[in-house]
């Protein structure tokens, strides 16, 4: 895992971008590249000139148009794929570009296939005026129906993305990673300096800047690219293996130890946190980068992984490493739904894991609509068409926690807990003093004991005495444990599944 993006490396040419057949030739497997272009037709309208534009263009590039589509291998998986050739009219797209992006599409829709996308465009051929601007939405409707059929679009962005492909074809991957230093965005700085008489601001419109944005997912350099698409797809369209065996933690009974000691030993700093849980039980994880839409919180980590066989997207609390880190925000929970949709629009399960000492409690969160979030993310759990399972790894307290709790089956941790305030802001409100936390903690059934009396959690899987003392043994324990419970809710009817879980909460309420 990655807490920012890549740095460049090996697989750039001397200028630091490859051609079309280039890229190609890096990504797929040698030797396995199979085109699907047919000739081009050669637009009846355009301005005067443009058919010799277009002699020229494809003399200079040594293509017939500006982008290239095909199939290949990638560490041996089929994959179409769709790249952009910038040196045939900076990558623009007109009528036939359009046509053969499209074609591409829905054929790669038909077979089945993921499909990798590498655009490098100004964007709409301005030769070919409206009706080239008009095909960014037939290029659209293509991948919506690619997406819908739960196939894999994987976006790699090359310098320069701008204009209607960046905001078309260029934005739409569930998985968007992007080439270092790369120049994208919507308007060139060209166009906006021609417009407004001064130049674009500095650093706002590169790859780099996008990912601290939350944005896109990394910035990866070519010759990483293969192994980022590699393990996205062992994930987005991995091959159902063998149900797992049922594991020892099946057999294990909540513990009788007093809630307020099991809170004292989840707020262990050397407790086993999510980061710990995916490197020692989980694989294949690709951690996903914001909202997509301009927000990142690094209260909550998204990622696709696997646990045993069973593929899965994940979101979670990801704990403070320090003291004065930022608690979770509402950009948090819309990270999270992000995962949400991702899980429901490819047919995997949703992992959640709970580990908060309790969401952001300040004006920015407030005004972001924190408490809206909770209730959204609520709402979409619950109706969730995907299964789903929850963990409660450790601190559990308030919205921020409910807002990740629905699920099909939840597992616990054995110390970990779930409060609709940290045992002290309790004590506050009955007693006007922190000073009764412990009693008010044993009292209000905050722990494991309590939770999994009245059904709300399913597995509990035992510390051996503490997770923070046997940290790869535990989270090899839970991974097992979350690994048997995807399969448990995968094979149960949607429908069923929903009824269910909203009996699940029904029960504390009769």
């Known amino acids: 895992m990655s807490d920012g993006p890549a740095t460049a490396g090996p697989g750039t040419g001397a200028s630091g971008h490859l051609s079309a057949r280039e890229l190609i030739g890096v990504v797929l497997d040698p030797g396995s590249f199979s085109s699907w272009d047919s000739p081009v037709t050669e637009p009846t309208e355009g301005r005067e000139g443009y058919a010799e534009e277009l002699r020229r263009a494809r003399e200079k590039s040594g293509v017939d148009e500006s982008v290239l589509t095909g199939e290949g291998l990638i560490r041996g998986r089929r994959v179409a794929v769709l790249v952009s050739e910038f040196r045939f009219l900076a990558g623009s797209i007109g009528s036939a570009a359009a046509r053969r992006i499209v074609s591409a599409i829905e054929r790669a ?3 089945g296939l993921p499909l990798l996308a590498g655009p490098a465009s100004g964007g709409t051929r301005m030769q070919e005026g409206t009706p080239a601007f008009l095909a960014m939405v037939d290029i659209t409707g293509a991948v919506r129906a690619h997406r819908q059929a739960g196939l894999p679009y994987l976006v790699y962005l090359r310098h320069p993305t701008t204009g209607g492909v960046m905001a078309s074809w260029g934005s739409l991957g569930h998985v968007t990673v992007a080439e270092p230093g790369a120049l994208l965005g919507f308007l060139g700085p060209r166009v906006y300096e021609a417009l407004y008489s001064r130049p674009f601001p500095e650093g706002v419109q590169t ?11 990394a910035v990866v350099p070519p010759a990483q690219l293969s192994g980022i698409v590699d393990q996205a797809l062992n994930v987005l369209v991995a091959a159902p293996g063998k149900p797992p065996a049922a594991p020892e933690t099946l057999d294990v009974r909540p513990a009788e130890d007093a809630a307020w000691s099991s809170i004292l030993i989840s707020r262990n700093r050397r407790r086993p946190d999510l980061r710990r849980l995916l490197a020692f039980g989980a694989s294949d994880v690709l951690p996903l980068n914001g909202t997509g839409q301009g927000e990142k919180d690094p209260g909550l980590f998204l990622a696709l992984a696997r646990f045993g066989s069973r593929p899965c997207v994940v979101l979670g609390h990801q704990r403070p490493r320090r003291n004065d880190d930022a608690a979770m925000g509402p950009a948090s929970l819309r990270e999270a739904r992000r995962g949400m949709r991702l ?10 894991v709970i580990d908060t000492a309790g969401a952001a409690l300040s004006q920015e969160a407030e005004e972001g609509g924190l408490a809206g979030e909770i209730a959204r993310s609520l709402h979409d759990l619950i109706g969730l068409a995907s299964p789903s399972v929850s963990v409660l790894l450790g601190q559990g307290a308030g919205g921020g926690a409910l807002a990740l709790l629905p699920a099909d089956r939840t597992i616990a941790a054995q110390h970990a807990w779930l409060s609709p305030l940290p045992p002290e802001g309790a004590s506050v409100i009955v007693h006007r003093s922190t000073n009764f936390a412990d009693r008010m903690s044993n009292a209000q059934g905050v722990n494991v004991a309590a939770l999994h009396a009245r059904g709300i959690v399913d597995h509990v899987v035992d510390e051996r005495p503490d997770a923070a003392e046997e940290p790869r043994a535990f989270c090899t324990r839970l991974g097992a444990a ?10 149960v009817p949607v429908e069923t599944r929903r009824r269910r879980r909203i009996e699940k909460y029904r029960v504390l309420t009769d």
């Open 207 to 217: 790859a780099e800047n996008l990912f601290d944005k939350g944005l896109i997912d």
């Open 109 to 111: 829709t038909r077979e």
């Open 482 to 491: 979350i690994e048997y419970e995807l399969w448990s809710v995968t094979t």
């Open 343 to 352: 899980a429901e629009e490819l047919g995997l399960p949703l992992l959640t």
